[in-house]
């Protein structure tokens, strides 16, 4: 079993930064495999990043590529997404993901896991 809780989420104008971070509990976090989605009013959840079980390896939504970093500190049992250059576009609940398969998916169903969400808006 993993817990997930997000943090970080709030108000910034188009062009900002923030940084969400994910904190996990369980004995086997370094060994799952982490993403973020996220869900804006009345639209699907989308998929927005992944990273594998060590770091070493990401994927990215087109929609965020360049301007978004996934990261992972597995000593720290944390999950980061760096989020630049924002857009009033990227307004939405942000979800992190567990999954205990170690190679990463884009696909919501391969994660069983689920954190709270934290809400980002961003104003134009």
């Known amino acids: 079993q993993v817990q997930l809780v997000e943090s970080g989420g709030g108000l910034v104008q188009a062009g900002g930064s923030l940084r969400l971070s994910c904190a996990a509990s369980g004995r086997t976090f370094s060994s799952y495999a982490m993403a973020w989605f996220r869900q804006a009013p009345g639209k699907e959840r989308e998929f927005v990043a992944t990273i594998n079980w060590s770091g070493g390896s990401t994927y990215y939504a087109d929609s965020v590529k360049g301007r978004f970093t996934i990261s992972r500190d597995n000593a720290k049992d944390m999950v980061y997404l760096q989020m630049n250059s924002l857009k009033p576009e990227d307004t939405a609940i942000y979800y992190c993901?567990?999954?205990?398969?170690?190679?990463?998916?884009?696909?919501?169903?391969?994660?069983?896991?689920w954190g709270q969400g934290t809400q980002v808006t961003v104003s134009s």
């Open positions: 993901a567990a999954s205990s398969a170690r190679g990463y998916s884009i696909s919501p169903t391969m994660y069983p896991y």
